[in-house]
């Protein structure tokens, strides 16, 4: 019982992470339907912005609080990704806003191998570790632990989620993304300046990737720039499996994915009598994903609905 | 290409006029010869520090060799380094093997990553010069069945029944959970400690599986939890040690973490930070202090170069093996002295070098390291059998 709570704990936090890049995704594909495949890189950008600030400020003032460091490291990198996410859509993307699909799509993975480059030169090749700034503490549930940076994750993954719906039902700024998505052209003959909205997508998602990268190498306690790849591969996977373009569907894809992953991982090995082990655990996630996607080929919950931000 | 030819042609000139600038201008009319040995490692890139000190320790021995002058069967030879960079990189590593047998080298040392050696220990096979690796150490090396390759360190087999021993009967490990990253390296060697654990009576209650890449263990880990090890052996590099046994710690597993070569390594500390407090990691050879010719060559070799990175002892070993063996063929003509090489006894630095039938040196060391106070301290230093 322990280790399937364990299992659940782990899956909970890892797919919270997947979430919460998992948005980004799903926001920029539901206004303007493009597959923003630098997203991951921007979440590397401020894992590495934030941990370059974290870790002067933890040489330099070694008695500030872990707490407020963090703030100050979050404090920089925010303003860096929404800039960047500001940059990357007026170069790489308006110009060709009604040009063929495939053309963004391309310049997506070029934006993506440059930033993976100018990360490599900025900041090297090395893994950079997360100074120990923050509390290590650490309790028990029913013989499984959960720790304080775990429980941060959850909380403010959840936060975000019910922060970003609000904002997209509630606000002028929301209803006007929720009229761009239905219609770009209807939108701006109604007086939405439709490329303000379009910036401000992408200025609210890289934001979300600060965050979402200063988590993960909190979590884990480092960063690489190519860290960006494999966690923006697996968020956009996330958001296909919850119905891209919904922002409930990129939470629960999240989640689910990260779930599946764990239990794949701890399970598999066992329940297969050693025949299939836990480098499994990718193929059983993406077997999952595939599934689903015969049967509901828009994802979990992509009906096009009002609620597509 | 014509560049390249070029450079290879001027650098054949330099190492000619060097070789000649002796006491003995005139190299024809004094009845010298030039030798050219070649040398490969990663010479820029994140390795170059290493591939650096490689060559260091190759030249050092090199201009050892020169001062004291170089007699094969009544003919006097000058030997003259060709060094080359493989950027860690197997298809560069094939490139410049070729180079250097087009250039006429008579053996080389080299080359420093296994995944270079590899492939280049094919090309030198296939024209019969001899190939002398400092730190090569996957066993796929001289499993190939290539005559010409040897190497002077302790292979993945050697390290992985020391370490799978040294979990049962010196840590009294009796449950083994082992974990490995799938590379050539790291399954390996995993592959080798599971033999071993089970050889000295231990079981093996988890194998489980990641990438070079991942960083997320939680879920495997927590699978190993439920099998209650005593201890958990990781095969992979420093990258993923580090986030592993961190998260170790976040799941209140009291299990002991054991590593390779590629663990124990500055960088884990680093990146672990006070979770890394009692890791256990092993490296293939002797710490240089214990080495037998340690003190003397740290003080002959940064007097030149300045600090010793890694391998340098190694390479410069395995420059001394193969002219002692072209001393006893009386030639450096590599089908006479490739035969002599199977004899090899020879006291170097590093230890008593002796190959098998394979090329691996018998008995080599490998030593066990602790951290302790955020630093790698050495625990024992254990003979292979094999």
Request: glycine share 12%; aromatic share 8%.
């Amino acid at each position: 019982m322990d280790i399937f709570l364990q299992q659940l704990i782990n899956g909970l936090v890892l797919g919270s992470v997947y979430a919460l890049v998992a948005l980004g995704y799903t926001m920029v594909y539901g206004i303007i339907e493009l597959i923003n495949f630098a997203h991951g890189e921007v979440t590397m950008m401020g894992a590495l912005v934030a941990l370059s600030v974290i870790g002067a400020l933890a040489l330099g003032m070694p008695g500030l609080p872990g707490v407020l460091i963090l703030a100050a490291g979050l404090a920089l990198a925010i303003p860096v990704c929404v800039a960047l996410g500001l940059l990357i859509e007026r170069v790489a993307y308006r110009p060709l806003r009604n040009a063929p699909r495939l053309a963004p799509l391309i310049t997506a993975i070029g934006v993506s191998i440059v930033l993976q480059n100018l990360a490599m030169l900025i900041w090297g090749k090395q893994y950079i570790s997360f100074p120990p700034v923050l509390p290590q503490g650490r309790y028990e549930i029913l013989g499984a632990h959960i720790t304080d940076v775990q429980i941060a994750i959850l909380v403010l993954t959840v936060l975000i989620m019910l922060g970003l719906i609000l904002m997209v039902q509630r606000t002028r700024l929301g209803r006007a993304m929720r009229a761009t998505a239905q219609s770009r052209q209807v939108a701006s003959l109604m007086g939405v300046d439709v490329n303000r909205v379009i910036a401000s997508t992408f200025a609210i998602g890289s934001a979300l990737a600060a965050v979402a990268g200063v988590m993960v190498s909190a979590y884990y306690g480092l960063a690489h720039y190519y860290m960006g790849f494999m966690l923006g591969l697996k968020a956009f996977s996330a958001a296909v499996l919850g119905g891209i373009g919904n922002l409930g569907g990129a939470m629960l894809g999240g989640l689910l994915l990260g779930l599946i992953e764990s239990f794949g991982a701890g399970y598999i090995g066992d329940l297969t009598g050693g025949f299939l082990g836990s480098h499994y655990q990718d193929v059983f996630a993406f077997f999952v994903l595939i599934a689903v996607l015969v049967f509901r080929p828009s994802g979990l919950l992509g009906a096009r609905g009002i609620e597509r931000a | 290409m014509t560049g390249h030819s070029l450079r290879g042609a001027l650098a054949i000139a330099c190492a000619v006029l060097m070789a000649g600038c002796g006491d003995k201008p005139q190299t024809e009319a004094s009845g010298e010869k030039t030798l050219l040995i070649g040398q490969v490692s990663p010479l820029t890139g994140p390795q170059a520090h290493l591939g650096k000190d490689n060559e260091n320790g190759a030249r050092l021995a090199l201009d050892e060799i020169n001062a004291a002058g170089l007699t094969l069967n009544g003919e006097k030879f000058v030997l003259a380094l060709r060094s080359e960079d493989d950027a860690a990189d197997p298809k560069t590593a094939t490139t410049v093997a070729q180079k250097l047998v087009d250039e006429g080298v008579a053996g080389v040392i080299g080359h420093l990553n296994s995944g270079a050696t590899i492939p280049a220990s094919k090309i030198y096979f296939d024209n019969g010069i001899p190939q002398i690796s400092p730190s090569a150490t996957a066993i796929a090396y001289t499993t190939a069945g290539f005559k010409t390759a040897y190497r002077v360190m302790t292979n993945d087999a050697q390290q992985g029944s020391v370490l799978g021993m040294f979990a049962v009967s010196k840590l009294g490990a009796k449950r083994v959970a082992i974990v490995d990253d799938r590379t050539a390296y790291g399954q390996g060697l995993a592959d080798e400690v599971a033999k071993a654990v089970t050889a000295a009576g231990g079981t093996v209650v988890a194998r489980e599986y990641t990438s070079d890449r991942a960083t997320d263990f939680m879920a495997i880990l927590t699978s190993i939890k439920g099998k209650s090890p005593d201890l958990i052996f990781f095969g992979g590099m420093d990258p993923q040690a580090a986030p592993m046994i961190k998260q170790m710690k976040q799941l209140g597993m009291t299990a002991k973490f054991l590593g390779a070569d590629g663990t124990q390594t500055p960088k884990f500390i680093e990146l672990a930070g006070a979770d890394a407090e009692g890791a256990l990691a092993s490296n293939p050879g002797l710490p240089l202090d214990a080495m037998p010719g340690g003190a003397a060559f740290r003080a002959k070799f940064e007097a030149k170069y300045g600090k010793i990175q890694n391998y340098a002892p190694y390479a410069y070993d395995a420059v001394y093996v193969m002219v002692d063996a072209m001393k006893r063929a009386g030639s450096s003509d590599p089908a006479k002295y490739l035969a002599e090489l199977p004899k090899t006894d020879y006291s170097g630095v590093t230890g008593h070098i002796r190959f098998d039938a394979k090329g691996d040196i018998t008995g080599g060391a490998v030593t066990l390291y602790q951290v302790k106070d955020g630093k790698w301290q050495t625990v024992e230093t254990v003979q292979s059998g094999n």
